[in-house]
């Protein structure tokens, strides 16, 4: 099993920073694409940024610029460097990664979810 962590959530001030990490734990062989999903209220769960091993991030139209995505394999771990932080990123961000284990196996798994909210 595969658990992941997230942490660095909290409330900022619009222009303000905050830095998300995500740490995966567990049966782990290899880690293939790393991401973070947000979920605002009312709204559907939409992909933020992702990085897949080997290759380049992508991000969504909104995020680019202001957002930086970046993994540390070594630790198994996806941060979100976020700047200028807007009312309209509030959220529940979600850590997202594809997983194969000892028996290359593979699945998706979920964090538990960290709250940025973005006061104006």
């Known amino acids: 099993q595969v658990q992941l962590v997230e942490s660095g959530g909290g409330l900022v001030q619009a222009g303000g920073s905050l830095r998300l990490s995500c740490l995966a734990s567990?049966?782990?062989?290899?880690?293939?694409?790393m991401a973070w999903y947000r979920q605002a209220p009312g709204k559907q769960r939409e992909l933020v940024a992702s990085?897949?091993?080997?290759?380049?991030?992508k991000y969504a139209d909104s995020v680019k610029g202001r957002f930086t995505i970046s993994r540390d394999n070594a630790k198994n771990t996806v941060y979100l460097q976020m700047n200028d932080l807007k009312p309209e990123d509030t959220a529940v961000y979600y850590c997202?990664?594809?997983?194969?284990?000892?028996?290359?196996?593979?699945?998706?798994?979920w964090g538990q979810g960290t709250q940025v909210t973005v006061s104006s």
């Open positions: 997202n990664a594809a997983v194969f284990d000892y028996a290359m196996t593979g699945n998706d798994y």
């Open positions: 567990g049966s782990i062989f290899t880690i293939n694409t």
């Open positions: 990085i897949t091993r080997g290759n380049g991030p």
